[in-house]
């Protein structure tokens, strides 16, 4: 049992906090720094608690004399100054911002067909100068000045004589592609004009024509939920992955036209397909895709490195026979989550595709009809 006793003083009546001078509180910190001296022993010697004289040698070091004199931190004069500095910019700022707001309130009481009009008309007023005009309305300097002196013409709705030379060609594209935009219709015409040694044409060009004349297409304007997907499913080269899936469509007749299809994931060549009429996909057309797939890309009936096949919890695809075909001919079976489209996207992609430029706008009287079809529309595609 320990014999040591716990001391304990029995405080009677009123005790005054006792306030130390800075130059005490100085003699005591120094006391503190001898040799052979503690922080501990320096406090008792003086009664002052060891954490109060840690706490103003910390101020010291940190604040100097003005810090143990408040018995409070100090900010130094640099950080002082970097404050006021902060408050200058902020105020300078303010400012600025003040002058822009009621600046853009004018310019929206004037509003007008174009905002050259609108700089012109607030220059003119004198109220505001030049260069504030043109750079909170985003407008051309040296353009305000010219319209203001007199100098600047307008240049009239656009023309161009040479458009008419264009139109027919561009017409001809648009009625046998409906479906494309602008940019792949000059995609079209300039490979044309290549192949007869003439000059291309900007795309903004042909967009200018085909607005002209109602040929643009109508914009897209449905909206879709968001879907996260975190996953890339494209690749750096050809030959790692492959995407499978299928697709339906319905003939005029009533006949149901089945499709499936490979394509590679970097390409995005359609290498292999298949297609049924008022059937379905089974496990051998898939498997003999597969088959058709890899003899094309590599003249074997085996692939040289593993590829990954990837594709959805279809039967045809997760069947054991053509799992296990598919491992045979050194492809590996991928599945993407149940209902999970998003996570095959070049196939989704490709499906939307076919569907719009090529199902949608042929003659499908019949289901021998489509299947005459699908071989050159898949050789259009790539």
Known sequence: ??????????????????????????????ESFEPGETVSSAARRHGVAPNLLYRWRRLLSEGGTAAVDSDEPVVGNSEVKKLEDRVRELERMLGRKTM???LLRDA???????????????????????????????????NLAERLSGRSKSRGPYHKSEDADLLP???RLVDARPTYGYRRIAALLNRERRAADQPVVNAKRVHRIMGN?????????????GRIHD????VMRSNLRWCSDGLEFTCWNGDVVRLAFIIDAFDRE????????????????????????????????????????????????TAKETRLFAQAINLTPCFTPVASPQSNGMSEAFVKTLKRDYIRISPLPDAETALRQIDGWIEDYN
Do not use: C
Not at 120 to 138: F, I, P
């Open 108 to 142: 929206l009481s004037k509003a007008g067909p174009k905002k050259t009009d609108i700089a012109a008309d607030l220059v003119a007023e004198g109220r505001w100068q030049m260069k504030t005009v043109a750079d909170v309305l985003n407008v051309s300097r040296s």
């Open 270 to 317: 359609i290498i292999a397909w298949t297609a049924v009429a008022n059937a379905g996909i089974s496990g051998s057309d898939v498997r003999d895709m597969m088959l058709e797939a890899v003899e094309k890309r590599f003249r074997a009936t085996r692939a040289p490195q593993a590829i990954e096949h990837l594709s959805d919890n279809g039967s045809a695809y």
């Open 1 to 30: 049992m320990s014999n040591e006793y716990r001391r304990i003083e029995v405080i009677t009546g009123d005790v005054l906090r006792r306030r130390w001078t800075t130059e005490q509180k100085l003699r005591i910190i120094e």
């Open 169 to 171: 060609a561009i017409r």
């Open 213 to 225: 004349n109602a040929m643009l297409l109508e914009k897209h304007t449905a909206v879709r939920k």
């Open 100 to 102: 822009e707001v009621e």
């Open 231 to 234: 996953g890339k499913v494209m």
